[in-house]
């Protein structure tokens, strides 16, 4: 089984940035694609970007151009580099893993982080 710790939460500025950080334990997930998640009160839960085991990266059109994901698979770390926060970006973030495949859906994911707040004040 695969363990994900979500880091680097918090309260920031509108324009400000904000680095999240998740460390994995147990298997490896080297050979998965990593993915980073939102869900913001009374909405559902949607992807925000994905990293596949090459590095190839998908961001979600809400993000792109302010976020950036990155992996270091020797560190077994995926970091969500988010740059030009605005209060619509207040949500909990979540990190997954477990598709061979990119994919954007929660339903490809099988393990999941316990989430970090991020709260952008206007």
């Known amino acids: 089984q695969v363990q994900l710790v979500e880091s680097g939460g918090g309260l920031v500025q509108a324009g400000g940035s904000l680095r999240l950080s998740c460390l994995s334990s147990g298997r490896a997930t080297t050979n998965y694609v990593m993915g980073w998640f939102r869900q913001a009160p009374g909405k559902e839960q949607e992807n925000v970007g994905i990293i596949s085991q090459t590095g190839d990266k998908y961001y979600a059109d809400s993000v792109k151009g302010r976020f950036v994901i990155s992996r270091d698979n020797a560190k077994r770390t995926v970091d969500l580099h988010m740059n030009s926060l605005k209060p619509e970006d207040t949500a909990v973030y979540y990190c997954?893993?477990?598709?061979?495949?990119?994919?954007?859906?929660?339903?490809?994911?099988?393990?999941w982080g316990q989430g970090t707040q991020v709260t952008v004040s206007s």
């Open positions: 997954a893993t477990g598709s061979l495949l990119p994919s954007t859906a929660v339903s490809a994911y099988s393990s």
